[in-house]
């Protein structure tokens, strides 16, 4: 008797483990991986969009947040459960290209299923390893020259513009600068790509040559670009490096204790809730040419779904006009797909963020070449010294160079 | 009669298994693995290519693992002896009758069981030059400040100050649970004999406590050795002090995680590992000269 009854239990059991995986076969499922928390509400709605005009695929979306996310993105990669759809970010895409973890996107965008012109060119190329291309440019973030207009008022300065150059800059911090009172006119810091990279691409300078063989530190463009930015730390118009290992760039800012600073587009979410200052943006001073930094994140697709339609389908459909609009309308990041920005400069009308949209057509990403991650310690080992006045801004740039082409040259 | 012993033995394995499986794979197996990868060469996902002993070769010429040891060693010797003094002070203070006792033992516990980011993040604001209250309180008193999170002179004593704040609560824990298995009859007699309290604390106490004592500073010495997060939040590469604070853990981070050159990050755990063992064996080597178990 118990017998059987084991058998029928087990018996219904398998019926309904059956049933279960019919089911399930229904819609075809796809994941999204990210990083940013922001930005998952906003991409919500992109999915929720594409799931209302394509019912047969359900798409799923799977934060984690930055600490973790390239730990356990390799960790998922390397055990074969990586997300369909990948957020990535240009330092790593070439690791996992190489690795044979992402699908080529050259034939979605010979076929048209992509169109890669309507993308700012320096970040397509950053997913473009050895000549293929592996991501679709997602977002975008530039950097401007933020200032307080209360220190400015009381100076009697007027206020910056996308005019200015590098004697504008300077002439203006030194009017700014308060040393009774501990403002300083300008923050001029080396934080690598986000400080001091600007300067030396507006100088001609290069913090690597086109193939990649030699340092562009011993340049003498890029020198000079150092010896303009050290002047204002020796001249007591920025803090020095120790300074600012004390209180960073942004608690000097929001605190009035700094009158402009190069920050980026991310930023304006923080400074829009600085509501009691009176805050805003320009474009970044010229030097011989314009220049900023404008780094940019793209989507990447699974290489196990080289062939999976469905998947596809939702990388085009995220490479699009209509899902970039989505995208703007939450304001985080500035969308990829030219056109698509007036939106996103909408969303900060307290700011003049035009600005930042601007400085994507001479944006520069030449920061993220392969071997960067390997020398970019060095870097930052002399360039700390110049910023804390221990060094010459010509000594330490010769240094760096000389160590970082031993390095290339392995 | 053997077999018997034998059978005993299989069922004291067997109620083990769950743990000692668990500690295989999550912690010996890692260490096999890593100190295979030590061999390798491998960045990426790059399959591991077999090359020897190079990273080793590189390790020891390389002056920045070199300075990171020296950095880690100071702190640990800097750390330990303090941390576990002030730990058996404060356990034998708190073993007395004083009033507040429960209050003060949580007090001194909170460290542990804060969250270490939160810690380091609330001693930077502490020490900062311009506007922590450190220097306020030295201004104050008419002495000169010092540039704590800024200056390689200063900075890894910065970093002890924090190690020994964190540590004493563990310690004072396991220490104080020493203290209390001491039998009161002793010290009742030490006094009848006429002794008065610091002969009580070095003949009576001191032995009495040596094995708990024992165990403080072996396992203060491996987690200084090990020190991570208040290095992590404090001396971040743009701070001109980096090269005087880097810790052993921190420059092994950041050649798996940034530099993802994995294979010399696993030398440089390896190493780490090695110098560990050898600081613990001689540890344990010396304990008969002073440890004393009843």
């Known amino acids: ?410 | 009669m053997k077999r018997k012993h034998l059978s005993d033995n299989l069922w004291g394995f067997a109620f083990i298994a769950p743990s000692l499986l668990l500690i295989c794979v999550l912690n010996l197996w890692p260490v096999v693995e890593n100190l295979y990868y030590s061999l390798c060469k491998m960045k990426g996902f790059a399959k591991p290519v077999f090359i020897g002993f190079t990273n080793y070769i590189t390790a020891f010429s390389d002056g920045e693992i070199g300075q990171a040891f020296l950095n880690t060693l100071f702190y640990t010797l800097l750390t330990v002896p303090i941390g576990v003094l002030l730990s058996l002070v404060t356990a034998c203070f708190l073993n007395t009758g004083i009033k507040g006792k429960g209050f003060f033992r949580t007090l001194y516990y909170i460290p542990v069981v804060s969250a270490p980011v939160a810690v380091a993040m609330v001693w930077k604001w502490m020490f900062n030059d311009e506007y922590g209250i450190i220097n306020y309180i030295l201004k104050a008193l008419g002495l000169s400040t010092l540039n704590w999170i800024a200056d390689g002179n200063v900075i890894l004593f910065t970093l002890a100050i924090i190690g020994i704040w964190g540590m004493i609560g563990y310690n004072m824990i396991i220490l104080l649970s020493g203290l209390q298995s001491i039998p009161k009859s002793y010290y009742e007699a030490a006094e009848v004999d006429g002794a008065g309290a610091v002969k009580q604390f070095f003949s009576i106490t001191i032995p009495l406590v040596s094995p708990a004592l024992f165990f403080v500073i072996i396992t203060t010495f491996i987690s200084s050795l090990q020190v991570f997060d208040s290095v992590y939040m404090i001396v971040s590469e743009t701070n001109p002090a980096f090269q005087n604070g880097e810790s052993i853990v921190y420059l092994f981070y950041r050649y798996m995680f940034n530099v993802s050159n994995k294979g010399y990050g696993a030398t440089i755990g390896t190493l780490l590992l090695l110098v560990i063992l050898l600081f613990t064996c001689v540890q344990m080597k010396s304990q008969r000269k002073w440890v004393l178990y009843q």
């Open chain 1, 1 to 410: 008797m118990r017998k059987l009854l084991s058998l029928v239990l087990c018996l219904a059991l398998l019926t309904c483990t059956i049933s279960t995986v019919a089911l399930a076969e229904a819609p075809t499922k796809l994941t999204i991986a990210l990083w940013d928390d922001s930005q998952v509400s906003g991409i919500q709605m992109m999915v929720d969009k594409f799931m209302q005009d394509n019912p047969s695929i359900s798409v799923e979306i799977q934060c984690t947040p930055w600490a973790q996310y390239w730990t356990s993105l390799e960790a998922a990669a390397t055990g074969g459960t990586l997300a369909d759809v990948v957020m990535m970010h240009p330092e790593k895409v070439t690791a996992y290209a190489e690795g044979g973890m992402i699908a080529s996107l050259d034939d979605m965008a010979a076929s048209g299923a992509i169109d890669m012109s309507k993308f700012p060119q320096n970040i397509v190329k950053d997913f473009t390893v050895d000549g293929v291309k592996y991501g679709v440019p997602k977002d975008y973030s530039t950097f401007g020259l933020w200032y307080n207009k209360d220190l400015f008022d009381a100076a009697g300065v007027a206020y910056p513009t996308a005019d200015w150059t590098w004697d504008d800059l300077y002439n203006a911090a030194v009017k700014l600068t308060d040393k009774a009172n501990g403002v300083y006119g300008f923050i001029a810091r080396y934080d690598t790509n986000d400080g001091a990279y600007h300067f030396i691409w507006q100088n001609g300078g290069d913090i690597i040559n086109a193939d990649q063989t030699a340092s562009g530190f011993d340049d003498p463009a890029t020198i000079g670009a150092i010896e303009y930015m050290v002047k204002f730390v020796k001249e007591g118009l920025s803090p020095t490096a120790a300074d600012l290992a004390n209180t960073d760039a942004n608690s000097l800012f929001l605190s009035g204790k700094a009158a402009m600073q190069i920050a980026g587009s991310w930023n304006c979410s923080a400074f829009a809730a600085a509501s009691d200052m009176k805050l805003d943006v320009a474009e970044l001073p010229q030097g011989k040419q314009r220049a900023c930094l404008c780094g940019g994140m793209g989507w990447v697709l699974n290489a196990a779904d080289a062939d999976n339609a469905a998947a596809k389908q939702l990388l085009s459909y995220l490479a699009g006009y209509d899902a970039n609009v989505i995208q703007a309308q939450s304001g985080v990041a500035i969308p990829a797909y030219n056109g698509s920005q007036t939106t996103w400069v909408q969303s900060w009308s307290q700011f003049n963020a035009q600005a930042f949209v601007n400085a994507a057509s001479y944006g520069y990403s030449s920061q993220y070449c392969t071997t960067r991650s390997e020398w970019v310690n060095i870097e930052s080992k002399w360039m700390v010294k110049v910023f804390n006045l221990e060094i010459s801004p010509e000594e330490g740039c010769k240094s760096a160079a000389q160590e970082i082409n031993a390095v290339l040259a392995k």
